[in-house]
């Protein structure tokens, strides 16, 4: 009997790649992408931002939970998460049951670098100090990261193209 192909889900802290690593995997393996943020910005029609004003990390996890049983409910896709995916019991079990899951891991010093220019994050918008929230975020969430992840891939310093060939040899395409 032939494995079914299964989703491809990426997780990782914010600025790890994702979304880029995501979108050229897709393309190699000729499957369509999606990243929970982008939805749930397409289906309410505002920022990420704005719904954390509005309704809390709380509201945005309940939509980011939905958003994650919809997309898993797609075969043969890739999704990138948010990279608070994992705090929530009931996502990481989502993730582990539903998909092969990579944790794209990455220095605090790239991820700072990475997410420099970023004005739409918002627990580093209130932030005056982004090291040190983006490595408080790390240690909270290192654990369920690995924990989750079927592969872990470091992309510390490392180009696209190898990032999506360990991904590649990994889902055994």
């Known amino acids: 009997m032939v494995k079914p192909v299964q989703n491809v889900i990426l997780i990782g802290p914010m600025g790890s790649g994702k979304t880029s690593v995501g979108r050229r995997l897709a393309c190699v393996l000729k499957r369509d992408f999606f990243d929970t943020d982008f939805e749930i910005v397409a289906r ?33 896709i890739i999704i990138a998460t948010g990279g608070g995916i994992v705090i929530k019991e009931e996502n990481r079990n989502l993730l582990k049951h ?26 580093l918008e209130q932030s005056t100090n982004r090291e040190k929230t983006l490595r408080d975020l790390l240690t909270a969430r290192e654990d369920f990261y690995q924990d989750t992840a079927d592969l872990i891939v ?19 395409q």
């Open 154 to 172: 470091d992309t510390t310093g490392k180009k696209l193209y190898s990032i999506i060939n360990e991904i590649k040899k990994a889902v055994g």
């Open 98 to 123: 539903n998909g092969f899951v990579v944790y794209l891991s990455s220095s605090v010093e790239q991820l700072v670098k990475r997410t420099a220019k970023s004005k739409t994050r918002p627990l």
């Open 44 to 76: 309410t029609g505002v920022a990420i931002d704005h719904i954390f004003d509005v309704e809390g990390e709380e509201g945005f996890r309940k939509r980011e939970t939905q958003m994650l049983k919809d997309l898993c409910e797609i075969p043969n």
